[in-house]
């Protein structure tokens, strides 16, 4: 299945001279060892974590104190503490460079273009800093902000982080109740917000929103301006003021750092939230720091004055990942809006412009390049691109193969999966190890991730539980607003004792790398056999007669059956025809046990902000019960569709 040669191997350079390759041999240095590769290195890295961390703090330079104790309670999950003696500020990190140098690098669509040099970033945050400070922001007090990725957005974030403040974000794309959802659990003490916005060439007028958002929350409204009338925004609240203004009585002068514990709270991220309120997940400040540091460092080998692209919004995880980027003196390169607008050449017309080193985005947006028929490798100038990571969804790999024929025939394609419960990675590229068809590269340092049965067993080509066995720095500190931990406990700790079940199907390949199946909570399970979507997807989604398509198990006859939803390209129709070649491509690409029991056509397919599929929304509706949350997505109406359906109905 995965073919016979790999898509990609690394050359002798980056054998003998990547980050990765130089960190590996230090530390062999160090611990008086030998590692022949990258798994032996990984796994001295899970077995010696209290080395491993400390050789992380080290070689990364961070800016802090690290005490003598690197990891206490190291084998009890739940009591573990990494660098309980350390302080640390995680903005005085990302701020090290200064100079004329680009730190952030935005286009908003085709409407805005600007740049910031480090020194620029430097001294709005000091005047932020110095704004926040003097209306009472400090230690643990939360800040929200509802913005575009845009610069001003990570200066707010740093100006809130260098006081000890407590950072949560949102895209201006969620509902009202949706923003309030979230932020309403946190109470901020400021909320921060856009004027307008740009998506697919028209504005987006969010002034109603904001300002029923700022009533509800009670806090003071800091408005940024962008796309619309940032004083008109700021005087219908009561207690608004535009950026000009909150800042108009401070100069810029060095940013003063708060230290703080290692463990202290930086960040808030929300579950997605499609089956009820969104978890409020608390990350610290050192965990976040080290587990990135450690994944652009090494595992992306992102070194200083690199450009960094991610195509993110602020409402996901990928925002905080891609800004820690800082930290190595990396470039940011920021996009707000459609990645379509004006056509499917903006982005890699940026790439192209600016020199991405790394280009992150999502499998879906790759699939959606390949189906455009797009060839970004005879159309631009990719030369000083080396990575490319995607994520949000498993990558078929029918993708994989298409970014080596259209995008780079020799960049290295880190398919990457982990999520907002760690922000950031379990497994990720690996550039001392070859890229297979399909296959993500390797367990990410540090973290001894698995995959079990369901009598707890470790399993090797064969499907099962993503866990992890031993404690990582990037844990989540708490859930807010959970003092008893109980929610937290339940979320990843009640499936097996002291492991860590994150939640994903996923399979060990023979050549060490791993395959996502998709969510075990949305596993199919017909027959008592279980089965992952992304089987089924990557079969059907490379169709060109199928757009999309999501996929559930319904209960029936006292079984599950597979019922397989498709969103057809356009001057298709779900025929007798068609129906038997879906079936076809299925049982021949994947099995038999695959072929769904029903297939329907429906002109659209419920998604999250960040664009990810909701199975498990649509299967409460197919099976009558109410879905807890629709602020959550992008499109609550395509659930409509899924209701009360004929063809479900015998």
């Known amino acids: 299945m995965n073919g016979q040669k790999p898509l990609w191997e690394p050359s002798r350079e980056i054998m003998e001279k990547s980050p990765m390759a130089l960190f590996m041999n230090a530390c062999a240095k160090t611990a008086g060892r030998r590692f022949s590769g990258y798994d032996e290195f990984h796994a001295w890295s899970v077995e010696d974590r209290a080395a491993f961390w400390s050789a992380v703090w080290e070689d990364g330079q961070v800016i802090g104190t690290r005490g003598e104790r690197a990891l206490v309670n190291g084998d009890i999950m739940l009591d573990a503490h990494f660098f309980p003696d350390a302080t640390l500020n995680f903005a005085e990190n990302l701020l090290r460079r200064t100079g004329r140098d680009d730190a952030l690098v935005f286009r908003g669509e085709d409407k805005v273009s600007y740049r910031w040099s480090w020194d620029e970033l430097h001294a709005i945050v000091s005047r932020l800093q110095q704004a926040f400070s003097a209306m009472g922001i400090g230690e643990g007090d939360r800040v929200a902000a509802m913005m ?3 610069p001003e957005t990570i200066a707010c974030m740093l100006a809130a982080a260098s006081l000890g ?20 659990q946190i109470e901020p003490k400021l909320f921060i917000a856009c004027d307008a916005y740009w998506y697919a060439g028209k504005l987006q007028d969010v002034r109603a929103k904001v300002k029923a958002v700022a009533a509800k929350l009670g806090a003071p409204l800091l408005v940024i301006p962008y796309a619309g009338d940032a004083v008109a925004v700021a005087a219908s609240v009561e207690k608004g003021r535009t950026l000009a203004d909150f800042i108009a009585a401070f100069e810029a002068r060095p940013v003063a750092y708060r230290r703080l514990p290692f463990s202290h709270p930086l960040y808030i991220l929300f579950s997605s939230g499609t089956t ?6 608390v990350h610290s400040a050192g965990g ?3 587990q990135h540091l450690k994944e652009h460092r090494y595992h992306c080998g992102l070194r200083e004055g690199e450009r960094l692209f991610y195509f993110t919004t602020c409402g996901w995880m990928m925002w905080n990942w891609l800004v820690s980027g800082l930290a190595v003196g990396a470039t940011l390169c920021l996009y707000d809006g459609s990645p379509f607008h004006p056509d499917g050449n903006v982005l890699f017309d940026y790439a192209a412009e600016e020199g991405f080193a790394v280009f992150g985005t999502s499998a879906k947006y790759i699939d959606a390049v390949r189906k455009g028929g797009l060839t970004p490798r ?3 100038d990719l030369s000083d691109l080396r990575l490319l990571t995607s994520t949000g969804s498993p990558l078929s790999p029918e993708g994989f193969t298409f970014v080596y024929e259209g995008i780079k025939p020799d960049v290295q394609l880190a398919s990457i999966s982990g999520g907002t419960d760690i922000v950031s990675c379990f497994v990720l590229g690996v550039p001392l190890k070859p890229v297979w068809r399909g296959e993500i590269q390797g367990p990410g340092l540090g973290l001894a991730m698995d995959v079990w049965n369901e009598e707890g067993q470790p399993v090797r080509q064969e499907k099962g539980e993503l866990v992890c066995t031993k404690a990582f720095p990037s844990m989540p500190v708490m859930f807010w ?4 931990g109980a929610k937290y406990r339940a979320a990843y700790f009640e499936r097996f004792d002291n492991i860590w079940c994150h939640g994903d199907f996923a399979e060990w390949t023979s050549h060490g790398g791993i395959i996502i199946h998709g969510r075990s909570d949305a596993t199919l399970n017909p027959g008592g056999v279980r089965i992952g979507t992304a089987e089924i997807y990557n079969q059907v989604e490379q169709m060109e007669e199928v757009a999309e398509a999501l996929c559930i198990g319904q209960d029936w006859d006292d079984d599950v059956r597979v019922v397989l939803f498709v969103r057809l390209s356009p001057g298709h129709v779900l025929d007798e025809s068609l129906e038997k070649a879906i079936r076809t491509r299925i049982r021949t690409g994947a099995s038999p046990r695959h072929v769904p029991a029903r297939i329907v056509a429906v002109a659209d397919i419920p998604r999250t902000k960040s664009g990810k599929i909701v199975e498990l929304a649509v299967r409460e509706v197919v099976h009558g019960r109410p879905v807890k949350n629709k602020e959550a997505l992008a499109n ?3 659930l409509e569709l899924f209701a009360n359906l004929p063809q479900l109905q015998d």
């Open 148 to 150: 575009p990725n845009m």
């Open 276 to 281: 009820g309120v969104p978890k409020c997940i």
């Open 636 to 638: 609550p109406e395509a």
């Open 288 to 290: 976040t720091l080290l």
């Open 481 to 484: 607003n959970d003092p008893d």
């Open 165 to 184: 403040a407590i950072w949560s974000s949102c895209s201006p794309d969620f509902g009202e109740q949706g923003v309030l959802d979230r932020f309403g």
């Open 378 to 380: 005879t159309s631009h």
